[in-house]
């Protein structure tokens, strides 16, 4: 399980640092309104990352029988 939540946060951080670049130097790839697009990218990234620390938390609290 923590081997998964791990996986998610480096997902998450990955996009994060996308949603960023595309903020900063998205005008040559996407157009003049790259904005939009950086900003939901980089609020994906977020939840992705806030999603790996819930399902590490969740699986701290399951007890082995």
Do not use: Q
Request: charged share 15%; aromatic share 6%; glycine share 16%.
């Amino acid at each position: 399980m923590k081997k998964w939540s791990n996986i998610i946060r480096i997902l998450g951080i990955a996009t994060c640092l996308v949603g960023a670049y595309l903020m900063a130097f998205g005008e040559p790839i996407i157009g003049a309104d790259h904005t939009g697009i950086a900003t939901v990218v980089g609020i994906t990234g977020i939840g992705l990352i806030s999603t790996g620390n819930t399902v590490s938390f969740a699986g701290k609290k399951k007890e082995e029988p």
